[in-house]
């Protein structure tokens, strides 16, 4: 299984394979893409790249399970930017076969092109040490705004699930999607849709089913929006077979997906005596079962190298633990795999969980593999651990207390979940079954940032002095990440890329850091600074900012109206309390009105205050909910104004006589 982030790693540099892409030869397009083009087109903004005409998928199933797909696409481009629509990449391996690809183009004046299988250019996945999985990738010419692009592609496998997924939604609008279903006799099928009105499928002949839609609305990315495949339109099929061997394909439950999986992972988990040697190693000194647990978690995250294997049913299917201890390199399942093994040597039971990396993606209406890339594990805390540390928890009814821990994310310790998985769905796979989890959200004191000052304004509006972070969960693991990075002095520019944003003129005078690599603890950073100009001075009037350093508020309300919920990436609490000792001669005229609002899913509350010739300013935001449906977009709009209004606010000093 393969994250989102570990997918980037298929991009390939669109230059250079336009530049190895050969001519392309006249002939005519087919009737499919010429029918398509002479489509009349509604009206859209202006800024639409490209409209896909055509979206056309076609599923021919055989008696013993083989299926055959056929896809046809049309674009038509409306700007410069949609010319990256003319590469087309297609993957394969020894299972999904590709049998045919070609491409062509229709130019408003001139001849057709057309361009074939044997002017792709062939590659392999380069970020797996081992893969069967290929791309070909074909560069169709021509794609130049008021033309008309199109490709069809064939493709056979075997699947291990009888499913598909349609998207027939995209960031592009569509003009029309199609999706058709060619079953045997005696096969019957059901469909689940997404984010989108049922369609009743319509029976062509025989056991053939067409769905169609037209009109289908682009899918508006915006900032701080979920996934868009997470509200993006979309259908999933399930085909169930009369025949008694092909039965166990045709899965409908969660619970019958966790039995299939548990069926591939039988015997990866055995311990060999070298797994069991370093148990002991690790575990021996320990004093607690809980830093038993902690040591096997760490090694696992560490110890253990990240490599993908992607080789036929390797995707799903985890390697032995012996060839991972041995190796001490695997992916995900199989980090999962050699922990759950380790941990069973200290009696400690621990179950798989197929998850998705980016929240929201997994519907819980649709049981399918396709709907993961990744796996964590839930380990089965024994009564006496306590869990007062431990915040990726869940109580579940038969199994006690579940602790949920990402072996394959380095900077996120035992005890935390990755941002990205909380509040998502997962898969638990016990000998029982599948089980649909909700994974636990972490409290917002599990996530701090708590930064305070100590500062000093000149009469001429230097601002000089001492910053201290003190960081956990999140805000600790995203900085820990930015810092390790980067090697030596270049670690330096972490900072002061940050500054940048709130100070000008300034120099950056030190900087230390502490815990940098040990992950479990604290992260502490001090930083000093001078600032010049920071005040500005009218007269006899100086208008200084109390709030340094620090952004809490946001413009992604802005603008165009939402289209999507909004979401924050975890929940969190941060504080800022800034001390600015004033200039002598100065003494305070005006403060700004302090700030006090909580909407539900954030609360943000300021105030300020003078102490002899001290300038406080504290603050406290807090977010204790990561989903903002669109119901309350409003409500998100005017909390990012008044924290705005609040970060620019000016205290007013005058000089005495």
Not at 198 to 226: C, F, H, L, R, T
């Amino acid at each position: 299984m393969k994250t989102a982030r570990e997918m980037a790693g298929r991009a390939f540099l669109v230059l250079a394979v336009f530049a190895l892409a050969p001519a392309a030869s006249p002939a005519a397009a087919p009737e499919w893409l010429r029918a398509a083009a002479r489509d009349t087109l509604p009206t859209y903004p202006a800024d639409t790249v490209a409209v896909l005409l055509l979206d056309e998928t076609v599923v021919t199933v055989e008696d013993n399970g083989r299926m055959k797909t056929t896809v046809r696409r049309a674009f038509k481009i409306l700007r410069p930017e949609g010319r990256g629509l003319a590469r087309v990449a297609i993957f394969f391996n020894k299972n999904r076969k590709l049998l045919s690809m070609k491409g062509w183009a229709i130019p408003r004046t001139g001849k057709d092109y057309e361009v074939k299988e044997k002017d792709a250019v062939e590659f392999g996945e380069h970020e797996d040490l081992y893969s069967d999985v290929r791309s070909k990738v074909l560069v169709i010419p021509a794609a130049d705004p008021g033309n008309v692009i199109g490709y069809e592609y064939e493709q056979e496998h075997q699947p291990y699930v009888f499913e598909d997924r349609w998207f027939f939604q995209q960031p592009l609008p569509v003009r029309r999607a199609r999706m058709v279903v060619q079953l045997p006799s005696g096969w019957e099928f059901k469909d689940v849709w997404m984010n989108h009105p049922p369609q009743q499928a319509k029976q062509s002949s025989g056991n053939n089913w067409v769905w169609e839609i037209a009109d289908i609305a682009a899918v508006k990315v915006q900032p701080e929006m979920p996934p868009w495949r997470a509200v993006a339109g979309w259908m999933a099929v399930r085909y169930f077979s009369p025949r008694p061997d092909l039965a166990h394909k045709g899965l409908a439950t969660w619970k019958e997906m966790g039995a299939w999986y548990n069926s591939l992972t039988q015997g990866r988990r055995n311990a060999t005596p070298e797994i069991k040697q370093k148990v002991f190693e690790l575990t021996s000194a320990q004093p607690t079962a809980l830093d038993k647990i902690a040591a096997l978690a760490a090694f696992s995250q560490r110890d253990v190298r990240y490599v993908s294997i992607q080789i036929g049913i390797g995707g799903y299917q985890p390697h032995n633990a012996a060839d991972i201890f041995r190796n001490r390199y695997g992916d995900c399942k199989d980090k999962a795999t050699l922990l759950s093994a380790m941990l069973n040597e200290i009696g400690v039971q621990s179950y798989y969980v197929v998850i998705h990396s980016e929240r929201g993606v997994v519907s819980p209406e649709f049981p399918g593999i396709s709907n993961f890339d990744h796996m964590i594990l839930a380990i089965r805390l024994p009564d006496d651990v306590p869990d007062t540390t431990l915040y990726s928890i869940t109580k579940h009814e038969k199994l006690g207390r579940l602790l949920f821990f990402d072996p394959t994310n380095s900077m996120t310790p035992l005890g935390y979940l990755p941002t990205y998985l909380q509040a998502g769905h997962g898969l638990m796979v016990t000998d029982e079954g599948g089980e649909l989890l909700t994974m636990p959200l972490q409290p917002p004191q599990t996530n701090r940032l708590y930064r305070t000052g100590k500062l000093q304004l000149s009469s001429s509006g230097e601002l000089s002095g001492e910053i201290q972070e003190v960081r956990w969960g999140s805000p600790a693991i995203s900085r820990r990440g930015q810092f390790l990075a980067r090697k030596g002095e270049d670690r330096q520019k972490v900072l002061e890329n940050f500054l940048t944003g709130f100070l000008s003129g300034f120099l950056l005078t030190g900087a230390t850091a502490e815990n940098l690599e040990a992950h479990d603890k604290t992260l502490v950073l001090r930083y000093s600074f001078a600032a010049s100009n920071y005040a500005k001075r009218a007269g006899n009037l100086m208008m200084v900012r109390p709030r340094v350093l620090g952004n809490k508020s946001s413009d992604v309300m802005e603008g165009e109206e939402r289209a999507h919920p909004a979401e924050f990436d975890s929940a969190s609490l941060e504080t800022d309390t800034f001390e600015i000792t004033l200039p002598p001669g100065y003494q305070l005229d005006e403060l700004p009105p302090p700030v006090d609002v909580d909407y539900g899913f954030a609360a943000y509350r300021s105030k300020f205050e003078v102490q002899g010739n001290v300038l406080r300013y504290h603050r406290e935001y807090t977010v204790k909910e990561v989903k903002v449906p669109t119901a309350r977009l409003a409500d998100l709009k005017k909390f990012y104004r008044q924290i705005s209004a609040d970060e620019r606010a000016s205290a007013v000093l005058t000089r005495s006589p």
